[in-house]
T-cell receptor, first 111, second 115 residues
Framework: QQKVQQSPESLTVSEGAMASLNCTFSDGTSDNFRWYRQHSGKGLEVLVSIFSDGEKEEGRFTAHLNRASLHVSLHIREPQPSDSAVYLCAMSMPGGYKVVFGSGTRLLVSP | EAAVTQSPRNKVTVTGGNVTLSCRQTNSHNYMYWYRQDTGHGLRLIHYSYGAGNLQIGDVPDGYKATRTTQEDFFLLLELASPSQTSLYFC??????????????FGPGTRLTVL
């Protein structure tokens, strides 16, 4: 069964410092990857979708995908306290609409 | 932006109780999903559907039924609720015209507690 492992489980950064989150997936057949943000008590909002190796930037959020190393990362530039949330990575499986989610990284941005 | 609503937002029931969670999306998406979210497990797919009357089994279907009555409405049914079903439940939808890469839009979640 396909799996997605996220690290770290929790991360504290100071406002303005770069935050880096990581995901390792179990196989290289996934079609695409997304990073979601979930504020406490809220639903999921998509931040970045990435379909091919390399980098994809959406505002302050940049995703890096390396299929050979089964790794996708998210970098948050100049994080703000409002970015404090749980971040989930997800991979879509080919041939259908199934999405496998990681267990999340809890980010705290201190002022 | 896609609008997905869920009701109720919070629900408490007792073991053996009967619970129905409701989801409605208003963006003409064909695909709808029910997930549960638990600490340490992330989101796990319970059931999904690609149209009215259609139902597909997800990864953790035991103890759950689902019905898709219209394109807009997708229900999750717990007929004999157990404490192991205490969780945060999310509904999501996606448009089929984007192919297998469709982005899923999530509702705000329903927190269910089974005592």
């Amino acid at each position: 069964q396909q799996k997605v492992q996220q690290s770290p489980e929790s991360l504290t950064v100071s406002e303005g410092a770069m935050a880096s989150l990581n995901c390792t997936f179990s196989d290289g057949t996934s079609d695409n990857f997304r990073w979601y943000r979930q504020h406490s008590g809220k639903g999921l909002e998509v931040l970045v979708s990435i379909f091919s190796d390399g980098e994809k930037e959406e505002g302050r959020f940049t995703a890096h995908l390396n299929r050979a190393s089964l790794h996708v990362s998210l970098h948050i530039r100049e994080p703000q306290p409002s970015d404090s949330a749980v971040y989930l990575c997800a991979m879509s499986m080919p041939g259908g609409y199934k999405v496998v989610f990681g267990s999340g990284t809890r980010l705290l941005v201190s002022p | 932006e896609a609008a997905v609503t869920q009701s109720p937002r919070n629900k408490v029931t007792v073991t053996g109780g009967n619970v129905t969670l409701s989801c409605r999306q208003t963006n003409s998406h064909n695909y709808m999903y029910w997930y549960r979210q638990d600490t340490g497990h992330g989101l796990r797919l319970i059931h999904y559907s690609y149209g009215a009357g259609n139902l597909q089994i997800g990864d953790v279907p035991d103890g759950y039924k689902a019905t898709r009555t219209t394109q807009e409405d997708f229900f999750l049914l717990l007929e004999l609720a157990s404490p192991s079903q205490t969780s945060l439940y999310f509904c999501a939808s996606s448009g089929s015209d984007w192919g297998p890469y469709a982005e899923q839009f999530f509702g705000p979640g329903t927190r269910l507690t089974v005592l």
